[in-house]
């Protein structure tokens, strides 16, 4: 049986350089989502001939769309083998005093309580197949970044979830690990300056920014790491040093 890998938010910049890279590797891939239909086939057009795939639409942040996602994977495929949790929604930079509580539920809703009600739903799986859960946090989860503070506070929640949940799923040989990424210039960022990120890669000791295919790597190492769990892997050419 092939081994499956569901890539959440595979539309974006990052998870369609994810869902090569396990495409590359041989996996079915299963590509999650919510509006951007082309992209997501795009992104699958790409995968080496005779990968065998799913684009399917789903809004996470619903509780009965996510459960029928689970359910027509289960019918295409089987059970899933590694799971990679990318999805995630950011708000323009402003004070903390400025947010409101309809977009702290954005954020929550999105890039923590959609991200651990899908994988509550695939655990038992993950455990049968002795699988692995790879989550996104960002640099931010890590340091905390001024007028990015809801987005800071969920990533951080994400760094909780996985360190706790690697703890709790170790007995069943399922690694749970989180990679942090630093600035990686995708439609997220698009609204920074050609002169905003010139001063973020001299700000970067590797003097150089990020690229999706970076995130990529580091995400399909942990995924194969079997030794390795509750950890967070900062995917930043080292400006959180």
């Given at each position: ?95 903390f005093t400025d947010t409101t509580d309809e977009e702290y539920d954005l954020i929550f809703d ?98 150089r920014l990020g690229t999706p295919e970076d995130v990529a790597e580091a995400v399909f190492f942990l995924a194969n790491a079997r030794f390795i769990t509750g950890q967070v892997l900062c995917c ?6």
């Amino acid at each position: 049986m092939k081994n499956i890998a569901l890539i959440t938010g595979a539309s974006g910049g990052i998870g369609s350089a994810i869902a090569k890279r396990f495409a590359e590797s041989g996996f079915a891939v299963v590509l999650q989502y919510r509006n951007n239909k082309e992209s997501a086939e795009h992104t699958a057009a790409a995968f080496p001939l005779g990968t065998d795939h799913l684009c399917i639409r789903c809004d996470l942040t619903d509780r009965i769309e996510t459960q029928d996602l689970v359910s027509e994977i289960h019918k295409r495929f089987g059970t899933v083998s590694v799971l990679v949790n990318c999805a995630g929604v950011a708000l323009p930079q402003k004070l903390f005093t400025d947010t409101t509580d309809e977009e702290y539920d954005l954020i929550f809703d999105t890039n923590v309580r959609a991200m651990m009600r899908l994988t509550r739903l695939l655990v038992d799986e993950l455990r049968q197949n002795h699988g692995a859960i790879v989550n996104l946090s960002s640099m931010w989860g890590v340091a905390g970044a001024s007028c990015e503070v809801l987005y800071s506070a969920s990533k951080s929640a994400v760094i909780g979830f996985t360190k706790a949940l690697a703890k709790e799923l170790a007995p069943s040989d399922v690694t749970v690990n989180a990679v942090a990424p630093g600035l990686i210039p995708t439609a997220m960022n698009a609204h920074l300056s050609p002169a905003d990120l010139e001063a973020f890669r001299l700000d970067t000791p590797l003097n150089r920014l990020g690229t999706p295919e970076d995130v990529a790597e580091a995400v399909f190492f942990l995924a194969n790491a079997r030794f390795i769990t509750g950890q967070v892997l900062c995917c930043d050419g080292g400006i959180t040093i």
